[in-house]
Nanobody, 121 residues
Framework: QVQLVESGGGLVQAGTSLRLSCAAS????????MGWYRQAPGKQRELVAL???????NYADSLKGRFTISRDNAKNTVYLQMNSLKPEDTAVYYC???????????????WGQGTQVTVSS
């Protein structure tokens, strides 16, 4: 009922920047929290950043100052600006959204398919 589509990943050199986007579509009444997670090879998926519908943000401590999450509620889209990228940032980045599909319904958590970010040294 709800689809999340990420874009913006790729292969970049260390020290450069990337901006990821994630657009939600489908039966959407309201989107609550939106976030980015990442999973490196052989590691568990970890939180990168969260943003509430009101714009409050929360970041993984190790990423504060380099990554910035933002959202455009009119476009149902969340962004992740990643600066000063390091090889250890290499991972598949996943978008997550907590979505309510109707006025009286409960919200569900949806995931995107992931976008690969590879940072070369």
């Amino acid at each position: 009922q709800v689809q999340l589509v990420e874009s913006g990943g790729g292969l970049v050199q260390a020290g450069t920047s990337l901006r990821l986007s994630c657009a939600a579509s489908g039966r959407i009444f309201r989107i609550n929290d939106m976030g980015w997670y990442r999973q490196a090879p052989g590691k568990q998926r970890e939180l990168v950043a969260l943003i509430t519908s009101g714009g409050n943000t929360n970041y993984a401590d190790s990423l504060k100052g380099r990554f910035t999450i933002s959202r455009d509620n009119a476009k149902n889209t969340v962004y992740l600006q990643m600066n000063s990228l390091k090889p250890e940032d290499t991972a598949v980045y996943y978008c997550n959204a907590d979505v309510r599909s109707s006025l009286v319904g409960v919200s569900y958590s949806y995931w995107g398919q992931g976008t690969q970010v590879t940072v070369s040294s």
